[in-house]
């Protein structure tokens, strides 16, 4: 199924240049990190990879079975993202890997200076509001998840800047590299207040603003009214938001009921304007571009996909 979140297409190594048929390897250095791409072409089965830095992985084509952290073993497919720790061995199951279905995987191994750096840039000047204190660090418990538009250009741009012969691709590739890591840094704290904020509503500002907005989403929200419940002005609301979670508040909004779109649209007795109005859209042209932004396909024919 097409998707707005995959990673553009990495071209094959041609045959002759193959050194494996399992996790052929092709690496570009650069200062403050590698980038690796890993293409497979037969089945194989418990395969183990370690990094000595911790690492971004992505993936591309195909499939992987991925056993990771002691945890229960999951299907790693294009338009997602998995972070692992330095040290830490994957284990990796190649269950449809063919000449002619490959698999292709990046990893960006990045420097711990270099991470320690942008823990420590975004804990002091990042975000210093004195009522959400909140210790900036990456959280393995949440290793595994969707791209958004933003990582999945963000991860487009360091592969083209680490594969370019650009004098200055050090510099760009930092640029790009510290994006990254604050949107996954954001991705994961949005994500741990969410599952928080079902259970603890009014425990900060944050929760209380993500559990009204759940408790709400069907209906008609106004950033007037979250910006009173999270006691900001308009603005200082806008900028709070953003700087918590790297997406505005009507970002988020439609995000979560796309996803919501998504799980409706499962049932084939349901139209595309009933899921519309009940996702709390009154436009429901306005609900089938985000939804095509989003998804890279129509809700009528994400539906039809899934019916066949």
């Known amino acids: 199924m097409p998707s707005g979140k995959y990673l553009q297409k990495i071209d ?3 045959p002759k240049y193959l050194q494996t048929l399992v996790e052929n390897r092709r690496v570009f250095n650069l200062q403050n990190c590698e980038l690796n791409v890993f293409e497979s072409y037969q089945q194989a089965w418990r395969v183990p990879l370690t990094f000595s830095d911790f690492v971004i992985t992505s993936m591309v084509r195909g499939k992987k079975i991925m056993h990771l952290l002691d945890k229960p073993s999951f299907d790693y497919l294009p338009g997602e993202t998995v972070i692992v720790p330095a040290d830490e061995t994957m284990v990796i199951d190649f269950p449809e890997a063919s000449a002619d279905n490959p698999s292709q995987c990046i990893a960006l191994a990045v420097d711990a200076r270099y991470v320690t750096d942008t823990l420590q840039y975004l804990n002091s000047y990042y975000n210093n509001d004195p009522d959400e204190q909140h210790q900036w660090r990456l959280q393995f418990n949440q290793y595994h998840f969707e791209n958004d538009t933003e990582i999945t250009e963000t991860i487009n741009k360091i592969i083209r800047v680490c594969s370019s012969g650009d004098k200055a ?3 760009f590739a930092d640029l790009s590299l510290k994006e990254l890591l604050i949107r996954l840094l954001q991705s994961q704290h949005l994500m741990q207040v969410k599952v928080e904020s079902d259970t603890a509503g009014n ?3 944050l929760h209380h603003v993500l559990h009204f907005i759940h408790q709400h989403l069907t209906e008609r929200i106004s950033m007037d009214h979250l910006s009173r419940k999270a006691y900001l002005s308009r603005n200082a609301f806008f900028k709070w938001f953003r700087e918590q979670f790297g ?3 009507l970002e988020y909004i439609n995000r979560e009921r796309i996803k919501l779109a998504k799980q409706l649209l ?4 349901q139209s595309v304007t009933s899921v519309s ?3 709390g859209f009154s436009d429901v042209n306005y609900f089938v571009r985000l939804f095509k932004k989003a998804e890279g396909i129509t809700p009528g ?6 019916i066949k």
Request: glycine share 0%; proline share 8%.
């Open 247 to 249: 997406i505005t508040p």
């Open 301 to 306: 024919s994400y539906q039809a996909c899934l």
């Open 277 to 279: 109005l009940q996702c």
């Open 203 to 205: 425990h900060s500002r």
């Open 266 to 269: 499962a049932d084939p007795r």
């Open 169 to 171: 691709k050090n510099i």
């Open 12 to 14: 094959l190594t041609h």
